[in-house]
């Protein structure tokens, strides 16, 4: 079994910063791909960033140069600095990781971003 964790979601004022973290714990001792993705009310599930097991980022349009994923391969953990936070960003934040061996992604079960105007 498979635990995925996310933490460091809450609410911010537009402008502001939050540090998202994730964590992969249990039966998975080879991770590929990592990624952050984001759910807004009303809306399908968008890509956010990405960090390969090379560490290899991609980054969705509306966050280049705002938002900084990374990784803790020793933890199995991944991070998404969020700086200059604007109301579009409100959503709920999922983590994403592939197992490398077997290819399956798991889920967490997601962290409320909420950015105030």
């Known amino acids: 079994q498979v635990h995925v964790v996310e933490s460091g979601g809450g609410l911010v004022q537009a402008g502001g910063s939050l540090t998202l973290s994730c964590t992969a714990s249990?039966?998975?001792?080879?991770?590929?791909?990592m990624g952050w993705y984001r759910q807004a009310p009303g809306k399908q599930r968008e890509v956010v960033a990405t960090?390969?097991?090379?560490?290899?980022?991609n980054y969705a349009d509306s966050v280049k140069g705002r938002f900084t994923i990374s990784r803790d391969n020793a933890k199995t953990t991944v991070y998404l600095q969020m700086n200059l936070l604007k109301p579009e960003d409100t959503a709920v934040y999922y983590c994403?990781?592939?197992?490398?061996?077997?290819?399956?992604?798991?889920w967490g079960q997601g962290t409320q971003v909420t950015v105030s105007s």
């Open positions: 249990g039966d998975i001792f080879d991770i590929n791909t």
């Open positions: 994403n990781v592939e197992d490398y061996r077997t290819e399956y992604d798991y």
């Open positions: 960090i390969s097991r090379g560490g290899r980022t």
